[in-house]
């Protein structure tokens, strides 16, 4: 199992702007589910605090009021039934590409050769068997969020949570990873909530993509694109994939201010 | 798949001899500058009354009689060893008292003032109390070394867990570390480079401190050397443990960035700086 709730999740916080102090808020009355085994992606211009929300749900934010529960359990900080990608994949550089999925794994408790074995199986799984022993910056982009999937993956979490996380690698890159990602989700069955500005990402990803604005949820579209999702570049010329793609750009320009 | 493994081996070929960007090895260039300085101060300082200086010629040949008599040898061992006591200790107390300084507001604002108020504390005016405290033997000059290195170490590990990437202690949460393990594998190595500049810039001070210890308690060591041929105006004699302390300073600096790149060798590959 693995079904995020967020029930009414707000977040203010006060901001001293030109000596006033003003008080922003960041997520309003933010409700939505992330169902057992499916895909979510959150999408949102940029401050409409989807990466907050993600971080909430992750437990390194609380939340002004509101909750978030997985499998109703009610999140009170971080848990290893949820997984982290960041944005930047944020390896520690100072270890190799096998002891950055093994820290998550030892901070869970796991020791000896499990500890070894269970990490090079993650890391096998994202391509990665031959490269263990670099560290962060002997990698690519892409590889090193690669090793960010497999830590997060390797502690068996319930939910995969992602802030972003092709974001910061160019086009080809990005899409051989997001294929990946349909690869691995649909041998592991993961629950997937997953923050992006990207249209196309977030339509050929997701189940159901979440739309904000200011904070709000402004709609929720589903994809109805069948799984599995193969062939991608044929994804990409089908009609329901433009129209899916185009309602979700009426849906982001809905509370966008007009220009005149 | 891009081999940037390659990048590796290329800068561990420049370590050695490390050509610049126009193909003339760096060591050379240090190597020129020392020679032309050592002329011009030959040149300069055969001309001039040898109260008011000394020509590196003259300082050598000093520097030879205090070897052949043993003073020189003595002096070192008499200086190394508060030395080695009171900047180790500064090392050993000054890093983890940075850490928590730098990791918890309470600690921070506590000690923060102290330590920043530490490091301009004009030392010498102190001297005096610290010799009613600890004497006048080893242990004063001890203190004196140790109380000059510790505030740059301390505050340069402070700064630099302040620079910790927030995101990093984020990975460190969200993989439920408790605070210690934080502490320990992601704010101490991430803050390694600015410890090792903070260990670096402190040897300077402890050398100075070593030689003020020299001066103003019991005369002993290479600054009883320095203080003692001053007053005898023999300045070339004066030189030689001056000279001798900048060439330690300096080798015990590289030695220390040896050390650094061993415990940290990801070091260079963020920063990609020119390994000096």
Redesign the interface.
Known sequence: MGEVNLVDVSKRFALRIEGELHTVRALDRLSFTVRDGEIVALIGPSGCGKTTALRIA???EAATSGAVTVDGVAVT????D???V?Q?A?L???LTALQNVE??LQ??GMRGTALHDTAMKYLTLVGLAD?VK???????GG?QQRVGIARALA?DPKVLLMDEPFGALDAQTRETLQAELLDIHARTQKTILFVTHDLDEAVLLADRVVVMQHGRLQEIVAVPLPRPRDDLAKIRGSAQFAQTRYHVWQALHAGAPTLH | MVDIVDRESAADEAAGAAPGRHGVPRLAVTAASLVVILVLWEILGRHINPIFGAPPSAIFAAFVDLVRNGKLAAALAQSLQPFVVGYGVAIAVGVPLGLIIGRFWVAEAALGILVTGGYAMPLVALVPLLILWFGLGFAVKAAVIFLMSIFPICINTWLGVKSVPKTLIDVGKSFVAPDAVILRRIVLPATLPYIMAGIRLAVGRAVVGMVIAEFFTQISGLGGIIINAANNFDTATMFVPIILLMVMAVGLNALIGRFERLVAPWQDEIAGRDRD
């Open positions: 992750m437990g390194l900080g971080c848990g290893y949820r997984g982290m960041f930047h944020e520690l550089p100072w820290f998550g901070m869970k490269s670099r560290r962060p910056y002997q990698l690519s590889m502690i």
